[in-house]
């Protein structure tokens, strides 16, 4: 069931405003990221440069209003109810533009109790995108739980439920199905936090909730379609800047046309994970979105081969995606000054530095870039951080 649950997570990322939306931002962060890298000499990252630190910082700042608060606020706490709700206005930018947009974001206040089982009468955290899709996500997955017999989870986590908790203070009588349409509706904005909060308060006071909501998937429908030009343009532009970059072309362009996909289909049905779910053949959301390359985790030690990592798409395409993979962790570490981590293959890789070198990549993945030796073979990680400067082979990085 938890495959269901990220696949859902995989299925907004790629049709959705609100998901496209952090990845568009991501990849202008990671070219401003990578002309800090120090290659080809070594793997050491020299933190952005004065010129752009204003623009990384800007962008930065935007996608914490999309992604509001995030798993680390609710960590070891158990969330009771919500007790008031503020919108607190914020200041985002769009990348190109000086003046700000002006954003309003929920900002919950609530009760809970710490792992001691303390009570705590009030705290904050800020509705934005990752609440609504670990709600949503949880949600239907339960739903699957319930029409396969399965037991359904009893105690969730605290990261789940905040959506429910939101259903529950604005919109109490809103059917259930209704309430999910709401959340999907939602991320079809890129401020998806305060959208499903401005619906769920309309819709909690409609006198006719089915013909709100009806008025609510028409207009989403309009807003998209009229958006999609544009939207399919600004792709091919992030698709163009790996152009000379090879296999970051391939993932990319394999990325963004599935993104094109993605947003056609909520052109034709804007909650059509909800009405997928519901109808109980969820084979189904594979013509909507097709599956990604996955991994299946053994719960036991981490050691060499453990886990299946496995794909439906050509050798070449899966392979050109785990740099990618890479190249994106490693931005993501770097950036945020996290030196001891794992390469997210380390429990499924079989390359031959993997099993030479298994404490660089359950610690310092980046270092394999340093320590590259030809007859080592391919390594996605090492590959990765020589595409930062658009070297294309490991033998062209180090120069063998």
């Not at 989403?220 to 343009?233: H, M, N």
Request: charged share 25%.
């Amino acid at each position: 069931m938890a495959l269901y649950h990220e696949y859902i997570h995989y299925v907004h990322e790629m049709s959705t405003m609100a998901g496209t939306t952090g990845f568009y931002y991501d990849m202008i962060r990671m070219a401003i990221f990578t002309a800090y890298v120090d290659v080809p000499h070594s793997s050491r990252f020299l933190g952005i440069g004065d010129a752009q630190i204003q623009l990384y910082d800007r962008l930065s700042h935007t996608l914490t209003a999309v992604y509001g608060s995030g798993e680390a606020e609710l960590a070891g706490r158990t969330i009771l109810s919500v007790e008031k709700i503020e919108l607190i206005k914020f200041k985002g930018y769009a990348p190109g533009e000086d003046e700000p947009m002006n954003m309003l974001i929920p900002m919950l206040y609530y009760q809970y109790f710490d792992q001691n089982l303390n009570r705590y009468e009030k705290d904050t955290i800020l509705l934005g995108k990752y609440y609504v899709y670990e709600g949503l996500a949880h949600a239907l997955d339960q739903l699957v739980a319930e029409q396969l017999g399965r037991s359904l989870e009893n105690a969730p986590g605290s990261e789940y439920k905040v959506l429910a908790l939101l259903k529950k203070w604005l919109a109490p009588d809103l059917d259930y199905r209704s309430f999910l349409e709401v959340a999907s509706l939602s991320l079809s904005y890129w401020d998806a936090g305060h959208q499903c909060y401005r619906m769920l308060k309309e819709a909690g006071e409609a006198k006719e909730p089915a013909a709100y909501l009806a008025a609510e998937k028409e207009l989403v429908q309009r807003l998209l379609r009229e958006s999609l030009g544009g939207f399919e343009e600004t792709l091919d532009y992030i698709r163009d800047i790996f152009r000379q970059r090879d296999a970051l072309f391939v993932a990319v362009a394999h990325l963004t046309e599935k993104m094109k996909a993605g947003f056609r289909a909520r052109i034709e049905n804007p909650v059509f994970e909800v009405d997928v779910t519901y109808s109980g053949h969820t084979r189904r959301m594979n013509e909507y979105v097709p599956l990604c390359d996955y991994m299946y985790v053994f719960e036991d030690n981490e050691r060499y081969m453990r886990d299946f990592l496995g794909t439906h798409l050509d050798h070449d395409t899966s392979f050109d995606l785990k740099i990618f993979l890479c190249l994106m962790d490693y931005f993501s570490t770097e950036t945020k000054g996290i030196d001891d981590h794992a390469c997210p293959l380390f429990t499924s890789c079989n390359y031959k530095f993997r099993q030479d070198h298994s404490h660089i990549c359950g610690h310092q993945p980046r270092l394999s870039f340093d320590r590259y030796q030809k007859e080592e073979g391919y390594c996605p990680y090492s590959l990765a951080i020589g595409y930062t400067k658009g070297q294309d082979r490991p033998d062209q990085i180090k120069g063998n």
